[in-house]
């Protein structure tokens, strides 16, 4: 029989698959960075990798918040958002048109991000965890921020001159 689990597993269960994930960002941001050929794209990119840092350090506070080590557990999901990333970058050429889809793959893990980060601020409120709610909303804000600059680069930028290479 299945032990009852509380919103207490729940948030230290996700806040171990985004600690796990946020790890691979770092890890994927960089090749991403270097493989895109808009400065502008690198550098949000960049920019992104050191906001992440921050984050895997807020997390490590909330674990500490509720008095436990912090650890990651697998994230498939993730791990199948890089590898698309990746992919992308082997099959399509230096350009206009692999930048927009860098820029398209870096927000699907933005969009996960915010998925994640807006349940573990609820949670962490519904478990009377003030702390932790406030690190992970201070996270989930910079998450939205970066998806909102990948939006406005990809609409302004990268998606017309991919246009263009195709014309």
Known sequence: MATTK????????????????????????PKLAKAAQSPQLGQALTAH???TEGQVERLQKAFEALGKRARGKTCEAINGLIEEGDELVEEFPEGPVRDAGIAACAQAVEHYEMARYGALVAWAKAAGQPEVAKLMEATLVEEKKAD?????????????QAMKQAA
Do not use: C
Not at 6 to 27: G, H, S, W
């Open 6 to 29: 509380t919103i207490n597993d729940l948030l230290l269960t996700f806040m171990q698959d985004v600690y796990y994930a946020e790890r691979q960002i770092l890890k994927a941001l």
């Open 49 to 51: 990798r050191e906001e």
């Open 148 to 160: 909102t600059l990948l939006n406005q680069l990809a609409d302004k930028e990268l998606n017309p």
